[in-house]
């Protein structure tokens, strides 16, 4: 057992700005190694883990072991419960995929409207935030942008718009993985840091999809669609804050987006747009069936001489079970009892990380020392009950599924790697005293730090490209800065959250795979140039929200 490490805030030279410049290092690294030197993610990761080890031994005189053994707490909880929700959500999109059934959703979401403002609702905004529910980390800019393709959209706008659309549902993405981050590095629990940012993303919302058939149709388009496009935004905010705030965290863009779909189609019934904005879909899947899928499909021709794919109801309904038993799942170990009952022994399992002996400034013991293995109630372990429902549903044959679980994997190696890195990043900052040295500095800026602290959530995410990895990198900040500033420690910590959602469609990683989803690789600088200009409005909107927030103005938003 090592001797009691306890941080000291200003060891360099005993000067809180010293150190705290030594302290930013890290992150200064990871911003140069992705955004100036375009490094891989998960290279940039790991060179920036190094640093924060030195800088934690060198500058912060943190004993080297205790510092290894930080960063390798982090490393495990970037992989569970993180990255251990990821693999399985992506498992359980590859069996659609493997069997057809994808493709079938794909049509059905094709099926509601033939205009193209409508699709970009339905497809980018309303199934990208279940993806992004399930999922997250690039998955959803990544399928959305292949299917607006498929129904006729021009690659650099399906790409605009699948990555604008990626906004709202983030903060809640992968089983609310960002919220159990921030959780884990914040100290507050992750109830009521979901109940606060329900209460911020959720304004957003309203907005996003009126800005969506701005983008796709312009002036048009928004005179024309803006009452669906109202309805959709409206419904998912409402739909998000009621299952943030009292139903539950993780479910909550599931129920959104379910809600909000629901509230486009109801429209549809009754009401429709002037003109219809449609196009000739793309070479991208039409006319062909895959797998199992294929044999209860039917193929007629079309106006232009192409086959259209017409499914039969019992395709369609496998094609949407995977996400209903997810749904169920879910919403059963959400019951009370239930969740009271798999919270403990031996279904959860917490304990101080082996070795680790670290105590605050104040001599407290450090709370990053306690590691919670909730192995069976975790979002993954339970997504893998659903993945077994799921390909027992689609017929897969218990070898094709195992294939395709390892295939996920190795699809997801440098994921993995980053989130591993980047968690192990941020404990040893915070482990260090690095992290409380920088909220110290910024924490002199006042109540002027309300403003500030959805701006540091943006720069999180935009060079991260996780708003999970933002978070367990801000977490700890931002409850120091706010304390030491007289904030609200809940309402800063979920500011980050809120505020690097917008930093999402701006990020690198993004970027690429929105690229390289419409063949475009190489043309990563044209989309950020169509997105820029709508991540920063969109930030300034959330700070003066979170400024507000912050006073007796909106202060009765703040839980």
Not at 180 to 186: D, F, I, M, Q
């Amino acid at each position: 057992m090592f001797q009691t490490f306890q941080q000291d805030l200003d060891p360099v030279g005993g000067s809180l700005a010293l150190s705290a410049l030594c302290a930013a290092i890290p992150l200064l690294t990871l911003f140069v190694l992705l955004g100036g030197l375009k490094m891989k993610a998960w290279q940039a990761g790991l060179i920036s883990l190094v640093v924060a080890l030195l800088v934690a031994v060198t500058f912060f005189k943190m004993p080297a072991g205790q510092a290894v053994l930080a960063g390798a707490e982090g490393a495990t909880f970037g992989f569970f419960p993180i990255m251990w929700i990821v693999v399985n959500a992506i498992w359980i999109y590859n069996l659609t995929v493997a069997t057809g059934h994808f493709e079938v959703l794909k049509r059905s979401f094709g099926s509601i409207s033939e205009d193209q403002r409508i699709q970009a609702l339905i497809i980018a905004f309303c199934f990208g935030a279940l993806l992004e529910a399930l999922a997250g980390f690039g998955t959803p800019v990544a399928i959305t942008v292949v299917m607006l393709m498929a129904v006729g959209f021009k690659p650099i706008k399906a790409a605009t718009v699948a990555l604008i659309a990626n906004t709202a549902p983030v903060a809640f993405g992968a089983m609310a993985s960002p919220i159990a981050g921030l959780e884990k590095t914040s100290g507050i629990d992750a109830e009521t840091l979901g109940a606060m940012v329900g209460r911020q993303t959720p304004v957003l919302a309203v907005f996003v999809p009126l800005i969506l058939v701005l983008v796709v149709d312009g002036r048009r388009g928004l005179r024309q669609t803006w009452p669906v496009a109202l309805v959709c935004g409206i419904a998912f905010g409402l739909a998000q804050f009621v299952a943030a705030n009292y139903i539950s965290v993780p479910l909550a863009d599931i129920v959104a987006s379910l809600v909000a779909t629901a509230a486009v189609v109801g429209l549809l019934r009754v009401w429709q747009p002037q003109e219809q904005i449609t196009a000739t879909a793309t070479s991208a899947g039409a006319g062909t069936t895959v797998g199992s899928a294929g044999s209860s499909a039917v193929l007629t021709a079309t106006g232009n001489g192409s086959p259209q794919v017409r499914d039969s109801r019992a395709e369609v309904v496998k094609a949407y079970a995977p996400y209903l038993v997810i749904i169920a799942i879910f919403a059963f170990t959400n019951i009370s009892a239930v969740k009271e009952a798999l919270a403990q022994s031996p279904w959860t399992l917490s304990f101080q990380w082996p070795g680790l002996d670290v105590a605050n400034p104040d001599g407290t013991p450090s709370g990053f020392m306690t590691f919670g293995f909730a192995w069976l109630p975790a979002a993954g372990t339970l997504l893998v009950f659903a993945g077994i429902i799921t390909a027992l549903i689609l017929r897969v044959s218990p070898t094709t599924a195992l294939r395709t679980y390892a295939r996920t994997y190795v699809e997801l190696r440098s994921a993995i790697i980053t989130v591993m890195a980047v968690l192990g990043l941020a404990y040893v900052m915070n482990l260090s005293g690095q992290t409380g040295s920088l909220g110290e500095l910024l924490a002199q800026t006042g109540k002027a730090f309300a403003i500030i602290s959805p701006i540091l959530g943006w720069i999180g995410v935009a060079v991260t490209g996780s708003d999970t990895s933002a978070n367990t990198l801000f977490g700890a900040l931002q409850v120091k800065a706010a304390t030491a500033a007289g904030l609200d420690p809940t309402l800063m910590a979920a500011a980050n959250s809120s505020g690097g959602v917008l930093g999402k469609m701006v990020s690198p990683q993004n970027l690429a795979i929105a690229a390289a989803a419409v063949g475009m690789a190489g043309k990563e600088g044209e989309i950020f140039r169509k997105v820029l200009g709508w991540s920063l409005l969109m930030l300034v909107f959330m700070c003066a929200l979170v400024g507000l927030q912050a006073t007796p103005i909106l202060g009765w938003m703040v839980p």
